[in-house]
Nanobody, 125 residues
Framework: QVPLVESGGGLVQAGESLKLSCLVS????????MGWFRQAPEKDREFVAA????????HVSDSVKSRFTISRDIPKSTVNLQMSSLSPEDTAVYYC??????????????????WGKGTLVTVSS
């Protein structure tokens, strides 16, 4: 069973909002940090946001902090990324990831245990 499956990507216009969801498999995610990364064409993968599955504490990259919000819904087994005021610079494949025994603010610089296959977000100008 694939542990992480992203959904919600698509084509939107600049200024619009979009919500991505990461469906996590039915297993225990206690002590995991869950997060989102993105990779734009011809660019390195970039950390976006992370959340502690246990506590719900979050850490969001400064580059998107004013526009993106990460949350988790334990009963629905999802990790969500709400994105607003999107711009063409946000165009990328967005990946869900998970790492055990990691604080959310360390996720940007750590190796992940699990990755999803990604969902494409395209923002037109």
């Amino acid at each position: 069973q694939v542990p992480l499956v992203e959904s919600g990507g698509g084509l939107v216009q600049a200024g619009e909002s979009l919500k991505l969801s990461c469906l996590v498999s039915k297993r225990t995610w206690n002590n995991y940090a869950m997060g989102w990364f993105r990779q734009a064409p011809e660019k390195d993968r970039e950390f976006v946001a992370a959340i502690s599955w246990n506590s719900g504490s979050t850490h969001v990259s400064d580059s998107v902090k004013s526009r993106f919000t990460i949350s988790r819904d334990i009963p629905k087994s999802t990790v969500n990324l709400q994105m607003s005021s999107l711009s063409p610079e946000d165009t990328a494949v967005y990946y869900c990831a998970a790492r055990k025994y990691l604080a959310p603010d360390r996720m940007g610089s750590s190796v992940m245990d699990y990755w999803g296959k990604g969902t494409l977000v395209t923002v037109s100008s």
